[in-house]
């Protein structure tokens, strides 16, 4: 009652459900009405559908989060694409250096061997960028599809050896 002796105007969103269960916000302002004196005689009301307004508030909430999830998917995907270079760009500085200092004291098979392991890196690392830029073209929309059939055991027994000069350490049955 204070509130209204003082003139206050208060404003209210309300959600109600119609019949068919369809949502139907509204927005609730009143103001009390005074006499000459200040005396409260009663309140004026206006309510206004904001039904629209609410849903295009939704739409763009909806839009800020899926906004936010994309940026956090983005910030992994940069993160784990940084490690997935620093590995085979570490073993590639590596056998380089190696190959620099120490090659008076190599025998040929050895350095043969760092030379390979550099070009098989090398491949890697390229086809790490291939993939990062297909998927780039992917969520471009740039990406046509152009199906082709394959040959199953050669694609599979490429993958296996793929695996298997990636994991130089582990073997592969």
């Not at 005074?34 to 849903?55: F, H, P, V, W």
């Not at 392991?117 to 960028?129: A, D, G, H, S």
Request: aromatic residues 8%.
């Amino acid at each position: 009652i204070e509130r209204r002796r003082q003139g206050i105007f208060e404003q209210h969103d309300f959600l109600f459900l119609r019949k068919d269960q369809t949502p139907l916000w509204v927005n609730i302002s009143t103001s009390p009405i005074l006499d000459e004196l200040g005396n409260y005689q009663g309140a004026l009301g206006l309510l206004t559908d904001i039904t629209k307004r609410k849903n295009a508030e939704l739409v763009i909430q909806n839009a800020l989060k899926k906004e936010q999830e994309l940026n956090e998917f983005k910030n992994r995907f940069i993160s784990m694409t940084s490690h997935e270079f620093r590995t085979p760009l570490s073993v590639i500085s590596s056998s380089a250096s190696i190959l620099k200092n120490f090659s008076h004291k190599l025998s040929e098979e050895k350095k043969q061997k760092h030379l390979d392991i550099i070009e098989t890196y090398v491949k890697y690392t390229t086809q790490l960028l291939d993939d990062i830029l297909l998927i780039s073209r992917a969520e471009s929309g740039k990406l046509e599809f152009n199906p082709e059939p394959i040959n199953i055991v050669q694609f599979c027994q490429d993958i296996t050896e793929e695996m298997r000069i990636n994991a130089l350490n582990h073997q592969l049955n």
